[in-house]
């Protein structure tokens, strides 16, 4: 970090913390039709004008002559004005032209509706220009460039500085802004700084109050990227400061029961593994079961690509219950998946010893009441569910273990329900979930629990098993020939039918009049089958037993299938308009297919008319990674565009990102665990201002304000 600088900074000011709440009048120049215009910006309080951070600069240190600028290239060339007019083509618009000249070549700055701007200047001034440099007509031209008077001597104050650009609004020029938010971090920047010294030094971070400094008026490219990181790291922090009080307040309050993790039951169903586990797997299942063996509650979350595995992990998890001589429940949003853990568990479970039930809402009501007998007096150990486990008749004798699967699909109040049938000790917690939820998100989101990956996909079947391609609307006919291959070849396919934004009834119906379609008019010789979410459970089952018998070539269906449907002879999906689903469900969709040794493929009928359409079906078509994909899905729609930010009640961020800043927000993650388990209550005094912090953000007060 540049040490000029930061001596430079006089020590703070008792007065600056409170001040960072101050509107922004207190800012010289800023009178109230400014400070309205301000208000549109979200800006009202200093603290928010020194958080306006800029989002890109022009680098006056960096200047070329003319002819040296490349076109299409961001450039700062300093000349004298050549000339100066306003043109008015058209009676609502005027164009204001001030050509610049260097010893190698001219410029023309062109400005729209400002003719103010040619007031400014006069033929023979001394001027930096800076702007993308283009070509237009043959004349070189700059549009809404930056321009700023040298000095009379010629090395003017402005040369060699890197000037912030921010986002603006009408009435407020980019240039006064400059001069404002100059203003404010002149006379307001000097924060104390909330971070504990010792914890700066360890990461490498400034003082905040350089990084609010240099973020606004940087000496060099160099000071641009330790602020960001400063300021960037700082909001991740305080994220993760709020998600680690919260984590150290559940632990502390609550009881769970010391598992026994190495009992005969979880040897046993080792044994009747009928494959080995891969090292995620094994990785997952050992930090599952030391959680599992601590008196405090477990609260982990399991995540992993379609198919990497996740149901065999947990079913260790169910077996350390039973060894433990408690009781299991496992959650699942759909019954078909239910039904699927048995039928993959069940059998593993019963060589290992382990007394398993399934309760659904279709389960016959002798059986149910025969369940719920054994779940209360004990003599299950197990019991695998849908909703139905959250009944309230619904008893268990010693309930310790809850596995919710695919947890984005319940509400809050499901799981804490199960939960609650724990009694006097809180049962520990395996969330699962398919949806590849970006690592970053996931710890900030669930950042109160904690987190196993599954990135590896059990068997070599390797990227290439599955190929997707996108399908324009003249490609339909080859499509249904792909399809029509795969079943002389013994394979199936499923159609999965438009996403209709209204409702499960029209999306409903336009999967059946598509069935009728594909079944008279395109696949006539075939047999085709019909899946929609409107269907009754019973029916729905026959349905999937049909197609897992082979009895049905080609499965039309709604997205009901979208979660769990594991049916390694499909091997063909066409998706009806593709553009209308997210990254995320298209590769959950995908993740049904090359579930067995034949290879897949994957056509996305789509029609994008967006760029960002373009781009995700871009991304779909390039990546099998989920997580990548996930990322990706991030980069593309923003931040603010995830409900689960928006929801999360925590701030916004303004520099830091979820995207690229993996290494970051890990960091944040962990000092400000750290801080919280070293001293919960952050009553040390190098965790004053700390405390502080925390408070204004438990309360929703500005963010950065340190006071
Ligand atoms: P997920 O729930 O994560 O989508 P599953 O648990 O359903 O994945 O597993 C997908 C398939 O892979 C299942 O058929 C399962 O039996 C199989 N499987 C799981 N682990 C392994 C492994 N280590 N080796 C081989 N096959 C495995
Ligand atoms: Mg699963």
Not at 234 to 253: I, K
């Amino acid at each position: 970090m540049p040490e000029a600088l930061v001596s430079r900074i006089t020590a703070s000011d008792p007065r600056c913390a409170e001040t960072w709440d101050s509107p922004v009048t207190v800012v010289r120049n800023v009178d109230a039709r400014r400070a309205e215009a301000l208000g549109r910006l979200g800006i009202h309080t200093i603290g928010d004008l020194l958080t306006h951070y800029p989002f890109r600069y022009l680098d006056l240190s960096a200047v070329r002559p003319v002819r040296e600028a490349p076109l299409g290239s961001e450039a700062t060339i300093v000349g004298t004005v050549a000339d100066v007019r306003v043109k008015q083509p058209r009676p609502r618009l005027s164009v204001t032209e001030i050509a610049v000249a260097d010893d190698t070549g001219v410029v023309v700055g062109v400005w729209f509706n400002q003719p103010y701007i040619a007031q400014r200047y006069e033929v023979g001034d001394r001027v930096a220009m800076a702007g993308t440099m283009e070509l237009d007509y043959g004349l070189k031209q700059m549009k809404n460039p930056f321009l700023e008077r040298l000095g009379a001597a010629g090395t003017p104050v402005v040369l060699g500085r890197i000037l912030p650009v921010y986002r603006t609004t009408e009435g407020l020029s980019t240039n006064w802004l400059r001069r404002i938010v100059e203003s404010a971090v002149l006379e307001f920047a000097h924060v104390p700084d909330p971070l504990p010294s010792g914890l700066r030094a360890r990461r490498d971070l400034p003082p905040l109050k350089w990084a609010v400094r240099a973020i606004h008026l940087p000496r060099s490219s160099e000071d641009i990227e330790v602020a960001r990181r400063r300021l960037a790291y700082q909001e991740h922090f305080d994220l993760q400061l709020v998600v680690a009080t919260r984590r150290h307040a559940r632990l502390a309050s609550t009881t769970a029961v010391a598992h026994t993790v190495d009992g005969a039951r979880v040897e046993a169903l080792r044994r009747a593994l009928p494959f080995p586990l891969t090292d995620d797997q094994e990785r997952a299942v050992s930090e599952i079961l030391a959680d599992m063996a601590a008196a405090r509650p477990m609260n982990r979350l399991l995540l992993g690509d379609v198919g990497s595995g996740k149901t065999v992990v947990a079913a260790f998890a169910l077996a350390a219950a039973a060894d433990t001589h408690a009781q299991a429940a496992m959650m699942a949003p759909t019954e078909v998946l239910a039904e699927q853990y048995t039928r993959a568990l069940g059998p593993l479970l019963e060589k290992a010893g382990v007394p398993w039930a399934l309760l659904t809402g279709s389960t016959p009501r002798a059986e149910r009441s025969r369940i719920l007998a054994q779940a209360a007096s004990g003599e299950l150990a197990v019991v695998f569910g849908t909703h139905a486990l959250i009944q309230r008749d619904v008893r268990f004798s010693r309930l310790t273990l809850v596995v919710v699967d695919e947890q984005h699909r319940f509400g809050v109040e499901q799981r804490l329900g199960l939960r609650g049938k724990g009694g006097a000790v809180t049962p520990d917690l395996l969330v699962m979930t398919a949806t590849p939820i970006p690592r970053s998100l996931a710890l900030t989101l669930y950042g109160d629990l904690d987190a196993s990956y599954l990135t590896t996909r059990p068997g070599s079947r390797g990227p290439g098993h599955v190929v997707t391609r996108i399908v324009p609307r003249t490609g339909r006919a080859d499509a249904y020939e792909r399809v029509r291959s795969a079943v002389r070849a013994g394979r199936q396919a499923y159609v999965i039918c438009a996403l209709v934004e209204e409702s499960d009834s029209a999306e409903a119906r336009a999967a059946t009049r598509e069935a009728h379609r594909l079944q008279t008019s395109v696949f006539p010789d075939l047999r085709v089958g019909l899946l929609t979410g409107r269907m009754r459970p019973a029916e729905k089952r026959a349905v999937m037993e049909d197609f897992r018998a082979g009895k049905i070539d080609v499965l039309v269906s709604t997205t009901v299938v979208e979660v769990g449907v594991d049916v390694p002879n499909a091997t063909v999906m066409i998706v009806e308009n593709g553009e209308r689903y997210g990254l995320a469900q298209l590769h959950q969709l995908r993740g049904r297919i090359g579930r067995g040794e034949h290879p897949g493929e994957f056509l996305v009928f789509a029609d994008p008319r967006t760029e960002e359409g373009r781009r995700r079906m871009q991304a779909i078509a390039e990546t099998s990674d989920g997580f990548a994909l996930a990322e990706a899905d991030l980069r593309l729609r923003g931040e603010g565009d995830i409900a689960g930010v928006r929801q999360s009640g925590l701030p916004p961020f303004k520099i830091a990102s979820f995207a690229g800043q993996e290494d970051l927000l890990a960091l944040a993650r962990e000092d400000a665990r750290a801080s919280v388990d070293a001293d919960p209550t952050l009553a040390s005094p190098e965790h004053a201002l700390l405390r502080a912090r925390l408070r204004a953000l438990q309360t929703g007060r500005t963010v950065v304000d340190s006071g």
